[in-house]
């Protein structure tokens, strides 16, 4: 017998399954209400009044016993990406976007080409599937190694291509023009282009998708549209390919009580930009300058959240815990050493920035430290 049970081992699991592990986020089980939570790029301004309300009406009205109708988010989305309805499936969250297009594209054995360190859930489902994981590495300044993917293409023929822009977590950008040429020129590949983060940088691939029948185009309202929660993104791509990823969907994986949030939050857009513009411009702008002003090393990529290389991460990590702030530690060879941050409100930065700023002074100021000047 062993800890999951009488014969388990003896039960018939695929050895793929029994070789994964779980995908747990760090902090998991921790009270994270608790804290500034700055360790998922997660939206911390509290959720707009008209989304409160339009939530409360929708149960009260028994929006909840009901099975969901995606219907309307998907009308409302046409409007929003100026795409046709019929070219955008709704989704549990991107993630399961991602689960269903890898799906689609991918059988056992087959190869998935993606730029790394990535996003994990791309490679957390693609070795489910029993894909192989073709790296290419990111550039040491981590912008995009534009030559290098290229020539990983036409080295490896990949069964899918996946282009992260920007990425989490090097928030590294990539050249529309350049996913363009990608696209066009494998045409009997799938180009997956995950835009989580579109609404921070205005770049976006998603007209293209009326050109391209292999480019599908993933979003998310867990970020700019503070929905994390309420798990509701989408997939925008031709319909033809759209017809292959819808039929791996199960009818009502997208609930009502998310539909009825991205309504009410596609109805204040102009109020969503401007947030955003907020956060990039004023926000991003104050962290960053605090921290090269205390010598600090920062990546600050171009999405809602920035990376940041402190002298002794574990200890900066720790400190921050413990004085009320999460942030994420990297795990990726890359990136060791370093911690990801996420943009809260101007308040919650400048309480981090304080934070950090102390745990700098007692750091640089032990014996053991100057020791290693
Ligand atoms: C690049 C990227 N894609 C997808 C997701 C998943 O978003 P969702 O919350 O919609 O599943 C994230 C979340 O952090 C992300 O960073």
Redesign the pocket.
């Not at 689960?99 to 490679?123: N, Q």
């Not at 300044?141 to 023929?157: K, N, T, W």
């Not at 185009?217 to 319909?239: C, E």
């Given at each position: 017998m062993n800890s999951t049970g009488a014969g388990a081992t003896e039960l018939r699991i695929p050895q793929r399954i029994l070789d994964a592990s779980p995908y747990v986020p760090e902090w998991s089980g921790l009270n994270r209400t608790e804290f500034i939570r700055l360790d998922?790029?997660e939206n911390t301004r509290p959720l707009p009044a008209a989304v409160q309300e339009a939530l409360v009406r929708s149960i009260a009205s028994w929006a909840v016993q009901s099975y969901p109708e995606s219907a309307p988010i998907q009308r409302s989305l046409a409007s929003y990406t100026r795409v046709p309805s019929e070219y955008i499936l709704s989704?549990?969250?991107?993630?399961?976007?991602?689960d269903l297009c890898l799906r689609t594209a991918l059988s056992e054995g087959d190869s998935i080409l993606i730029a790394r360190p990535?996003?994990p859930?791309?490679s957390h489902v693609a070795e489910a599937i029993g894909a192989k994981i073709e790296p290419v590495p990111y550039n040491p300044d981590l912008s995009f190694p534009y030559r290098a993917f290229a020539e990983a293409i036409a080295s490896v023929r990949p069964s899918l291509i996946v282009l992260?822009n920007?990425?989490?977590?090097t928030g590294s950008g990539i050249d529309i023009d350049y996913i363009e040429q990608i696209i066009a020129s494998n045409p009997k590949t799938i180009v997956i282009v995950?835009?989580?983060?579109y609404e921070y940088t205005d770049n976006t691939v998603v007209p293209l998708v009326k050109e391209y029948a292999n480019l599908l185009v993933?979003?998310?309202?867990?970020?700019a549209f503070a929905m994390?929660g309420l798990?509701?993104?989408y997939v925008l791509a031709n319909p033809q390919i759209l017809a292959h990823v819808r039929k791996l969907q199960n009818p009502f994986d997208v609930n009502q009580l998310a539909v009825t949030a991205g309504l009410a939050q596609l109805a204040r857009t102009d109020a969503v930009r401007a947030e955003c513009r907020h956060a990039m411009e004023e926000i991003k702008p104050y962290v960053v300058q605090s921290l090269l002003e205390v010598g600090v090393e920062v990546w600050p990529g171009s999405?809602n959240f920035l990376l940041v290389r402190p002298p002794d991460c574990t200890k900066a990590v720790a400190y921050l815990r413990n004085s009320g702030v999460l942030v994420r530690s990297m795990s990726a060879p890359a990136l060791q050493g370093s911690f990801r941050v996420s943009l809260g409100t101007m308040h919650e930065m400048q309480q981090f920035v304080g934070v950090f700023q102390s745990y700098l002074k007692e750091y640089r100021g032990s014996p053991s430290w100057l020791a290693k000047k």
């Amino acid at each position: 017998m062993n800890s999951t049970g009488a014969g388990a081992t003896e039960l018939r699991i695929p050895q793929r399954i029994l070789d994964a592990s779980p995908y747990v986020p760090e902090w998991s089980g921790l009270n994270r209400t608790e804290f500034i939570r700055l360790d998922r790029n997660e939206n911390t301004r509290p959720l707009p009044a008209a989304v409160q309300e339009a939530l409360v009406r929708s149960i009260a009205s028994w929006a909840v016993q009901s099975y969901p109708e995606s219907a309307p988010i998907q009308r409302s989305l046409a409007s929003y990406t100026r795409v046709p309805s019929e070219y955008i499936l709704s989704t549990n969250g991107s993630d399961q976007g991602i689960d269903l297009c890898l799906r689609t594209a991918l059988s056992e054995g087959d190869s998935i080409l993606i730029a790394r360190p990535e996003f994990p859930v791309f490679s957390h489902v693609a070795e489910a599937i029993g894909a192989k994981i073709e790296p290419v590495p990111y550039n040491p300044d981590l912008s995009f190694p534009y030559r290098a993917f290229a020539e990983a293409i036409a080295s490896v023929r990949p069964s899918l291509i996946v282009l992260i822009n920007p990425n989490n977590p090097t928030g590294s950008g990539i050249d529309i023009d350049y996913i363009e040429q990608i696209i066009a020129s494998n045409p009997k590949t799938i180009v997956i282009v995950d835009e989580a983060y579109y609404e921070y940088t205005d770049n976006t691939v998603v007209p293209l998708v009326k050109e391209y029948a292999n480019l599908l185009v993933l979003r998310t309202f867990s970020k700019a549209f503070a929905m994390a929660g309420l798990r509701l993104g989408y997939v925008l791509a031709n319909p033809q390919i759209l017809a292959h990823v819808r039929k791996l969907q199960n009818p009502f994986d997208v609930n009502q009580l998310a539909v009825t949030a991205g309504l009410a939050q596609l109805a204040r857009t102009d109020a969503v930009r401007a947030e955003c513009r907020h956060a990039m411009e004023e926000i991003k702008p104050y962290v960053v300058q605090s921290l090269l002003e205390v010598g600090v090393e920062v990546w600050p990529g171009s999405a809602n959240f920035l990376l940041v290389r402190p002298p002794d991460c574990t200890k900066a990590v720790a400190y921050l815990r413990n004085s009320g702030v999460l942030v994420r530690s990297m795990s990726a060879p890359a990136l060791q050493g370093s911690f990801r941050v996420s943009l809260g409100t101007m308040h919650e930065m400048q309480q981090f920035v304080g934070v950090f700023q102390s745990y700098l002074k007692e750091y640089r100021g032990s014996p053991s430290w100057l020791a290693k000047k």
